[in-house]
DNA sequence: CTCTTGTATTGACATCCATCGATTAATGTG
DNA sequence: CACATTAATCGATGGATGTCAATACAAGAG
């Protein structure tokens, strides 16, 4: 299902998820409201464990359930929905149901998409 | 002053830097303490303020002092002040006394490091 | 339907953080 | 030296955040 991506944002529209907020850091000046969206999308990486939730998801091939994340963070399992849940916000993750199970993965543009957010212009100084 | 860079930092090492943590998000697994020092770099970024900063000394041919910064951001300059220690701290700006004034700037090699932590594949968008 | 298992949500709590006022330090000037 | 100006630090405070225990929800199995 090739639109799968759309609606798995659910309350979200794509638009108005951070990783798709703005312009580029070293490029135009910035609004007050694109800066606040691209700092909420810092802010879903702010945190030790979400980085390594991503890490974990990038270097994996398939998606992760969640029992799988709390055993390699050594954390409770409501901590691990909390970041997830942070996570999905930012728009740097989808979630996928399976059984009872539900299976993370990363969105497949979301690191491009960061890296954009902050390189591009390679402004090469002046 | 070709190694001017390496001083500017003052008491901190530029390896312990966390513009300089680690191995990319989408590359190898990431150690604890990588993905600590990679969570600090985002978190120096996960402010409003803080990213209009960055913004404002990107796309500024020349250092900017602390005074205009209050201005342009509408904050008190204690708080500014605290900002840009933040951002010292992530390794993201440099700092240049002229008389009684502060001038900082970002590093010229700060936002390339930081996309390379993010993206690797250079993907030219899609 | 009942029971079990996995996940999400709620509530509480301790800690962290952005902000400002007041003060101190630094740099010049007369 | 005293004085003025700019920036950094200190202390306090209100709000945000990560964590867990307890609970509620979801999806099968029997």
Same mark, same amino acid.
């Given at each position: 299902m090739a639109f799968k991506q759309e609606q798995e944002v659910h309350n979200q529209m794509k638009s108005t998820l951070p990783v798709n907020c703005?312009?580029? @850091?070293?490029?135009?000046?910035?609004s007050n409201e694109e800066a606040?969206?691209?700092?909420? @999308?810092?802010?879903? @990486?702010?945190d030790l464990h979400? %980085?390594?939730i991503v890490n974990l998801l990038a270097t994996s091939s398939d998606p %992760?359930? %969640?029992?799988? @994340?709390?055993a390699a963070l050594g954390l409770g399992q409501p901590t691990v929905?909390?970041?997830l849940k942070k996570l999905m916000a930012g728009g740097l993750i989808e979630r996928e149901?399976?059984?009872t199970w539900a299976y993370y993965s990363l969105r497949d543009d979301a690191l491009e998409k960061l890296a954009g957010l902050v390189?591009?212009?390679?402004? %090469?100084s002046a």
């Amino acid at each position: 299902m090739a639109f799968k991506q759309e609606q798995e944002v659910h309350n979200q529209m794509k638009s108005t998820l951070p990783v798709n907020c703005c312009t580029p @850091l070293a490029g135009a000046r910035m609004s007050n409201e694109e800066a606040h969206s691209l700092a909420a @999308l810092f802010k879903s @990486l702010s945190d030790l464990h979400r %980085v390594r939730i991503v890490n974990l998801l990038a270097t994996s091939s398939d998606p %992760v359930c %969640v029992c799988d @994340l709390t055993a390699a963070l050594g954390l409770g399992q409501p901590t691990v929905s909390h970041h997830l849940k942070k996570l999905m916000a930012g728009g740097l993750i989808e979630r996928e149901q399976r059984g009872t199970w539900a299976y993370y993965s990363l969105r497949d543009d979301a690191l491009e998409k960061l890296a954009g957010l902050v390189g591009t212009t390679r402004k %090469v100084s002046a």
